[in-house]
């Protein structure tokens, strides 16, 4: 079951795994909608023994990572299978720009007594090697969200550990295109499958990958044990969507490049965030870990947050709503969520679709003239 990608480019892996072989088979695993399967054959019940179409999802991102996979029904429900495996008082560390509903989770845990939280800046490398040699769980999101902070993953993940200590990274902003956390080192790497491997805002699914035999033994009875199974329908678009990642990723990456250069000579932006950027307070490490910028940019406006607001509204190719790493570009205000007022008030976060890079720019610049009129 376990193929690995080794003799294909990442580009062909995402086309061609995750397939059946035997001849008269349909091209691609089919949503197969089963709770239970005649007995005889190992697989019996589909919480305890998964379905073809999740495990067509784990080849796919399995060799893209290079480790073995573990599909769940949201990012969020893998996130909460990896911290399922603490042990009563650990220790967890956290990046100070971390996605909210890790924050959420590990703060919800630490006021319950189960673990205790630390808050770490991505930047302060030798405060997260030192981590790793004490704490239980190192938790990295590189880049971050929303402020785009790009860790230095290598020299972190190579960094001695005490034994059994999870160093686990949120590979969503990056995708395994761009960096392989496990290549670095790194025991984990976890996506939101929601965002670029389906691609289309259609779906919810999460994936944890580890070249630790006996964590991903654990993480596939903590999914049996809580139920956070995919459901076939998400698991067969995941797959389907996995297909055009390559393409869609750089197309649209390439579009959030000439956005952020044209946003940053921009009259009424006085600050923008993308990790290809000179200018970016991390592109030097972005250089030499990254293979690729990313699609998401986070900029301020010159004003107040009634005027990103009004620019939020006035968009109308661009789509003002949440989430990211979709075909279409999505914009919002993220101090206006709650749990996030820490933020610049006009922050404004762009994931960059795959759509004319003239056309998003029209009504990007369009909707920031007339906001200010
Ligand atoms: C969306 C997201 C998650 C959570 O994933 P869901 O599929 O929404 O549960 C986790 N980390 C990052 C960086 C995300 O963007």
């Known amino acids: 079951?376990?193929?690995?990608?080794?003799?294909?480019?990442?580009?062909?892996?995402?086309?061609?795994?995750?397939?059946?072989?035997?001849?008269?088979?349909?091209?691609?695993?089919?949503?197969?909608?089963?709770?239970?399967?005649?007995?005889?054959?190992?697989?019996?019940?589909?919480?305890?023994?998964?379905?073809?179409?999740?495990?067509?999802?784990?080849?796919?991102?399995?060799?893209?990572?290079?480790?073995?996979?573990v599909a769940f029904a949201s990012g969020m429900a893998a996130i909460a299978a990896v911290f399922d495996q603490l042990p009563a008082g650990a220790q967890v560390v956290l990046p100070d720009?971390?996605?909210?509903?890790?924050?959420?989770?590990?703060?919800?845990?630490?006021?319950?007594?189960?673990?205790?939280?630390?808050?770490?800046?991505?930047?302060?490398?030798?405060?997260?090697?030192q981590a790793c040699a004490v704490a239980d769980l190192v938790w990295l999101e590189s880049p971050s969200n929303p402020l785009l902070v790009v860790a230095d993953l290598p020299a972190i993940c190579a960094a001695p550990r005490k034994p059994g200590t999870i160093v686990a990274v949120d590979n969503t902003f990056a995708t395994s295109l761009n960096q392989q956390p496990l290549e670095f080192g790194?025991?984990?790497?976890?996506?939101?499958?929601?965002?670029?491997?389906?691609?289309h805002s259609d779906l919810l699914a999460g994936v944890v990958t580890t070249r630790d035999e006996q964590l991903w033994h654990d993480l596939r009875r903590s999914r049996e044990l809580t139920g956070a199974t995919p459901g076939a329908?998400?698991?067969?678009?995941?797959?389907?969507?996995a297909r055009t990642l390559a393409l869609r990723l750089e197309r649209a990456q390439h579009n959030a490049m000439e956005?952020?250069?044209?946003?940053?000579?921009?009259?009424?932006?006085?600050?923008?965030?993308?990790?290809?950027?000179?200018?970016?307070?991390?592109?030097?490490?972005?250089?030499?870990?990254l293979k690729g910028f990313g699609t998401i940019i986070s900029f301020d406006l010159r004003g107040d947050a009634t005027f990103a607001d009004a620019v939020c509204r006035n968009v109308s190719l661009i789509r003002h709503a949440t989430s990211l790493g979709a075909v279409e570009s999505t914009m919002e205000r993220r101090a206006a969520i709650a749990g996030q007022e820490h933020l610049p008030p006009t922050l404004l976060r762009l994931s960059v679709g795959i759509e004319d890079v003239d056309d998003l720019w029209a009504d990007l610049d369009g909707a920031i003239r007339r906001a200010a009129q």
């Open 186 to 199: 790194a025991t984990l790497s976890i996506q939101s499958a929601t965002k670029f491997i389906g691609g």
């Open 233 to 241: 329908f998400e698991a067969f678009l995941a797959a389907r969507g």
């Open 97 to 129: 720009d971390c996605y909210q509903g890790v924050t959420g989770l590990a703060m919800a845990g630490e006021a319950r007594g189960r673990w205790s939280v630390r808050r770490l800046a991505l930047t302060d490398t030798e405060g997260w090697q």
């Open 1 to 69: 079951m376990a193929r690995h990608s080794q003799h294909l480019k990442p580009e062909s892996w995402l086309v061609a795994a995750g397939r059946t072989i035997e001849a008269g088979a349909p091209l691609n695993v089919p949503p197969i909608p089963a709770s239970n399967f005649l007995i005889g054959q190992g697989r019996s019940y589909a919480r305890n023994d998964a379905t073809p179409t999740w495990e067509a999802v784990e080849e796919i991102v399995g060799g893209l990572e290079g480790g073995r996979a």
């Open 259 to 289: 956005l952020a250069q044209r946003l940053s000579h921009h009259p009424l932006v006085s600050c923008v965030r993308y990790p290809g950027l000179p200018t970016h307070p991390t592109h030097a490490i972005a250089c030499r870990v």
